[in-house]
């Protein structure tokens, strides 16, 4: 299982500086301001945690007027501080757009995760001076339903370290349990879809390379989830025509490289040619001419000697002269 080993420490408090300060100054203001405020405002609210406020501090943002959160149908969930959702949100200026004071939820969040991520919240403003993050609840369904709830309200800072375990845990290819598959299976939200599709990789992965632990009691599984079945069916085709692509293209590649060397091969033996051709008609001419040179040598002799030497035949009388 993924619980083996979340860790939790008290987050620490900081003292009062500027950031601190803007962030209060931006949590009760009453009007949004020009852009570059709004893009301060949100920069602030990323970077800094409400936890890093003195308990005094704290206690300034659970006063004012109230946001009103209700589920997809309109029912009613719970109520905020506009102050402390204002120092918590990044999404202060999409959800409060309109100027109303309430938060429509999305349908597929469990209304439950957000009553307790926003009571987390308003307690570390009134009744918990010593801040800590908020816990892993040591099941799966409940750790992404909480993400999704913060990052819906734009509050993922104070839920990021829970996600990342998860994304952690599935990147290094750690084998999910079939209780985390069916949660990952039934979050549909877009948090719990990014994580489905990372487990939907991974699985993916181990079965082609198969390094599914027991592949009949996986395939047993398989049968009784047929989201994450027919996703997987689908990752791992997807996966196996990249594989051939991939081994198409290393071939042609290959055969690429080996008729162009077989080309620049060709071209050396051609440039070669007219060279040797050249040598061998230079030496098949120098031959010629030392035979011709052989062949006129003698007779050249004989000539320079005049009628000496040479007999001559008349009427059948040999004649020397």
Request: proline share 4%; net charge positive; hydrophobic share 40%.
């Amino acid at each position: 299982m993924f619980h083996s080993w979340i860790k939790f420490e008290m987050a620490p408090i900081a003292a009062p500086s500027a950031t601190a300060t803007t962030l209060l100054t931006h949590a009760f203001a009453t009007a949004p301001g020009s852009k570059q405020d709004q893009h301060t405002k949100v920069n602030v609210t990323e970077a800094l945690k409400i936890y890093q406020l003195s308990f005094t501090k704290r206690k300034l943002l659970a006063k004012g007027p109230l946001v009103r959160i209700v589920d997809a149908e309109d029912n009613h969930v719970i109520n905020m501080p506009i102050p402390l959702f204002r120092a918590t949100s990044i999404k202060e200026q999409q959800l409060l757009a309109t100027g109303s004071n309430t938060i429509k939820l999305l349908v597929g969040l469990d209304v439950q995760m957000v009553k307790d991520l926003v009571q987390h919240l308003k307690d570390v403003t009134t009744c918990n001076p010593h801040a800590k993050d908020i816990r892993s609840y040591k099941s799966t369904y409940r750790d992404i339903q909480i993400c999704s709830a913060a990052d819906t309200l734009g509050m993922t800072l104070y839920t990021q370290h829970i996600f990342n375990w998860y994304w952690a845990h599935l990147g290094t290819c750690q084998l999910p349990g079939y209780d985390d598959i069916d949660a990952f299976t039934a979050i549909e939200t877009p948090i719990g879809d990014n994580i489905f599709r990372k487990a939907v990789t991974l699985m993916a992965k181990l079965d082609l390379e198969g390094r599914i632990p027991d592949p009949e009691d996986y395939a047993a599984y398989l049968a009784t989830n047929e989201r994450f079945r027919i996703a997987v069916t689908e990752a791992k085709n997807r996966k196996q025509r990249h594989l051939h692509w991939v081994t198409r293209q290393a071939r042609r590649e290959q055969a690429d490289a080996f008729q162009g060397s077989a080309h620049d091969q060709n071209s050396k033996e051609r440039a070669k040619y007219p060279k040797e051709k050249a040598v061998k008609e230079q030496a098949k001419w120098g031959s010629n001419k030392k035979n011709e040179a052989a062949v006129r040598a003698p007779v050249t002799g004989k000539r320079a000697k005049g009628l000496d030497g040479f007999a001559w035949r008349i009427c059948g009388v040999n004649l020397v002269v």
